[in-house]
Structure formats: structure tokens, C-alpha cells
């Protein structure tokens, strides 16, 4: 089973369907974390919402999201581009527990208030964020409030992590999916709530049976309507942008004063990416040649 998006029309109709398949990223995420069980499971969901606004986005251009509440998780933060690369991080990855299986599932983890945002790149050096406060305090849920009050969208979100034996051994994250149904401006709006409803009902059977073979396996389940055409399909992964060259721009950008200040005080400089963990020295004698040549 690899990651992979696809994205879909119904012609007839004139909605759009897309589907993310996260499981491997999501796992992955999960391992370069060192999440418990509920933060790798909210990390997962976070990512495939990532992977499913990416696909939304135009052009060359990044999308972020980020929930705050004042539960144990404390947060979360995750973004995701067209080329269909995420990452992120929780703001806190020991969480363990969650409720019970119902409506109030993660109500322990999220707490009583907190706020989900979104900040889109329009190109540009543009940029626009709107948020919600967090109702549901289920991801799925509080995303479609998102798109409803934000984007006046009405929206069919669903985020699936279904269980399975893998290696002979349980895994929680066993299947990591998400679904966005969204209708375009001339859509039949009671063709659209249908269509969702049904998705939202068959979702967990097709992933089940078709996941193995592919995003475009599942959907051809889910969707057998001849009228169903597919616009995009790409490989999902998780990954950072992050480099040396990155973090020496940072270093520049903090003065010349501040720059001889750590160079005194630590004697080199020291940086953990947050979405990937990965450390970066940068040591002394690179912070002198810096310094020397006049750069800052």
C-alpha cells in the first residue's frame, strides 16, 4: 500500500471527490515523534487534513493548519503542499488517553476551548488565515465548521484510522485515510449531501477491501458512477524542508550583536527542526568565517 492522493469530478453532478491514503507518512510521522497513542493518532489526522487542503491549493504553494485547545495536546501543527509533501508535530506527544467512542472521543485530549486556523498561500507573497473555535473537538468535524463559516463550502469530511494486524502484530494506525467532498458552483446540492452521506457510510468497508491496491482502488469502489473522472493523482509522503543552509540564514538574520553573543556565550549554535527532529551544529569556526566576511 503506498501514500498516494487522488482527485476526482462528477460530471453530472459537479462534485469534487478527493481521497488521501496516509498510512506509511502517518507511521512515520508517529516514529520520528515518538508519539503516544493519542498524539500519533491526532498527528495522523492532522497530516492527511493537510494532504486533502494541499490538493485545494493552486500553483506551487503551501498550505498550513493549526489547533490550539487547552487540553493536554496543547496543539498541533501541520502544513502540506501541491507536490504532496507534509509534516508537522504535536505540541505535546506523550498524550495516551482518550474517551470513550462516541461523540466525545477526543474531548479528553483537546480539553473544553481551543481554535482551529488555517493559513493558505495565494501566491505572491500573499497570504490568507481565517479560523473557528473548536465545537466538535473532532478534527473531521470542526474542518467542515472550517469550510462552511470560512469558505461558505459546505463540506463532507472524513478522516478514517482503522486497526489492523500487521506482521502479525496490532496496529492502531493499521489504515490512515481522509475524504473531501465539496461541491463546485453549479452542483446539485442534494446530490451533494447524498453522495456524502453515502461516502461517509461505505468508507470504512472500501478501505478495508481495496486499500492494498491504491487510492484509485477505493475509489472506483466508492464512486462506480461512469460519469467520475480523475483530475490529479500524486504520492503522498511526509518530509521537511528544513536545511544547514536554512538554519544559517536564521543565524544572519539575528545580527551581527546577537550572533557574537552566542558565539561567547555557547561557542557554537544549535537547532532542532520541529516537524522533523533532525539537530543542526553549526560550529564556532563557521560562526567566525560569518561573521568575518561582512555577511552580517
Not at 504535536?90 to 483537546?110: A, C, F, I, M
Not at 528544513?242 to 550583536?257: H, N, Y
Request: proline letters at 4%.
Amino acid at each position: 500500500m503506498s501514500d498516494e492522493l487522488v482527485s476526482g469530478l462528477l460530471k453530472k453532478s459537479d462534485v469534487r471527490v478527493v481521497l488521501a491514503l496516509t498510512t506509511e507518512l502517518s507511521r512515520q510521522a508517529r516514529a520520528t515523534h515518538h508519539t503516544a497513542p493519542a498524539a500519533a493518532a491526532l498527528l495522523s489526522q492532522s497530516l492527511t487534513a493537510a494532504a486533502l487542503l494541499g490538493a485545494l491549493q493552486k500553483g506551487e504553494s503551501r498550505v498550513n493548519l493549526q489547533l490550539e485547545c487547552d487540553g493536554p495536546l496543547r496543539g498541533l501543527f501541520v502544513d502540506g503542499d501541491t507536490s504532496g509533501l507534509v509534516r508537522g508535530y504535536v505540541k505535546n506527544t506523550l498524550v495516551e488517553y482518550t474517551g470513550s467512542d462516541d461523540q466525545y472521543h477526543w474531548r479528553p485530549v483537546l480539553g473544553n476551548k481551543g481554535f482551529l486556523s488555517v493559513l493558505r498561500d495565494l501566491g505572491g507573497g500573499e497570504h490568507y488565515r481565517s479560523s473557528v473555535e473548536l465545537e466538535r473537538f473532532d478534527l473531521a468535524g470542526d474542518l467542515e465548521r472550517y469550510f462552511h463559516q470560512s469558505d461558505q463550502l459546505p463540506s463532507h469530511v472524513v478522516l478514517a484510522q482503522l486497526p489492523a494486524e500487521v506482521g502479525g502484530k496490532p496496529e492502531s494506525l493499521g489504515i490512515v485515510a481522509g475524504l473531501l467532498v465539496q461541491p463546485l458552483p453549479n452542483a446539485d446540492l442534494e446530490v451533494f449531501q447524498a453522495l456524502g452521506e453515502r461516502l461517509r457510510r461505505d468508507a470504512e468497508g472500501a478501505l478495508r477491501a481495496h486499500a492494498p491496491a491504491g487510492a484509485s482502488a477505493v475509489l472506483r469502489a466508492l464512486l462506480p458512477e461512469a460519469d467520475f473522472e480523475v483530475m490529479a493523482r500524486y504520492p503522498l509522503r511526509f518530509g521537511c524542508s528544513c536545511s544547514e543552509d536554512r538554519v544559517k540564514r536564521a543565524l544572519l538574520a539575528m545580527g551581527r550583536e546577537e550572533l557574537q553573543d552566542l558565539l561567547e556565550k555557547e561557542g557554537q549554535a544549535e537547532a532542532t527542526c520541529q516537524f522533523c527532529t533532525t539537530r543542526y551544529v553549526i560550529p564556532g569556526d563557521e560562526i567566525r568565517r560569518m561573521l568575518e566576511s561582512g555577511s552580517v
